[in-house]
C-alpha cells in the first residue's frame, strides 16, 4: 500500500452504508419493543386510574346543590358540574379545587395539624373536634385522588413517549432501507 492511495487505507463504503443501516435497523426494534411497553403501560394507568375513580362514584357538585360554587375559587369545579370524577385530571381538579377550598372555609385556612394541636389542648370542645375529624378526612381524600393525578399523569406522559419511540421507529426504517439501497449502488 503506497501512502498516496487512499482508497486502500479507507473502509469501502458498502460495508459503511450496510453497518450503519444495521445498527438503525436494530435501533428499529429497539424503539418499536420500547413503545410497545410504553403503549401498554398508558393503557394499563388509564384504566386502572378510571376503574379505581368511578369506584369511588364521586360526582362533582353543581350550583344548585352546593351554592359554594359561584365563588370565584370554584371557577374550575364548576366546569365538571354535575359530572362523574374518572380521570387523573378530573382528580385534580377535585382535590385542588374542590376539597381544599372547602378545607378552608371548615378550619379557617387552618391545616390539620394545627387544628389538632388546638384539639388535644381543648378536649371537651366538640365543635373543634368535629372541624379536625372533617380536615383530617379531608386532607385524607384529597391525597388520594392527588396520588391518581399523578398516576394519571404518568400514564399521559408514557402515550406521548409511546408515540415519540413509534415516530422515531418510522424514521430510522426509512433511513436504513434507504442506506442499504445505497449500498447496493455503491460499487466500492
Do not use: C
Request: glycine share 10%.
Amino acid at each position: 500500500m503506497s501512502p498516496d492511495n487512499k482508497e486502500e487505507t479507507l473502509m469501502p463504503r458498502r460495508f459503511i452504508d450496510h453497518l450503519v443501516s444495521t445498527m438503525g435497523l436494530v435501533l428499529v426494534v429497539v424503539l418499536v419493543a420500547a413503545g410497545s411497553l410504553l403503549t401498554w403501560g398508558h393503557n394499563y394507568i388509564d384504566n386502572q386510574v378510571t376503574s379505581q375513580l368511578a369506584a369511588q362514584k364521586i360526582t362533582f357538585p353543581t350550583v344548585a346543590t352546593d351554592p359554594a360554587l359561584k365563588l370565584p375559587a370554584y371557577a374550575t369545579v364548576r366546569a365538571d358540574a354535575g359530572q362523574k370524577l374518572t380521570t387523573g385530571a378530573q382528580a385534580e381538579v377535585y382535590a385542588n379545587d374542590m376539597i381544599a377550598n372547602d378545607m378552608k372555609n371548615i378550619g379557617g385556612g387552618q391545616t390539620y395539624a394545627q387544628l389538632s394541636a388546638k384539639s388535644m389542648a381543648a378536649p371537651t370542645n366538640a365543635t373543634l373536634q368535629g372541624e379536625v375529624a372533617t380536615v383530617f378526612k379531608g386532607d385524607t381524600l384529597r391525597g388520594l385522588l392527588l396520588n391518581a393525578y399523578a398516576f394519571g399523569t404518568m400514564g399521559v406522559i408514557a402515550g406521548w413517549a409511546a408515540l415519540g419511540a413509534f415516530i422515531g421507529a418510522g424514521v430510522l426504517l426509512v433511513l436504513s432501507l434507504l442506506g442499504l439501497l445505497h449500498a447496493r449502488s455503491v460499487k466500492i
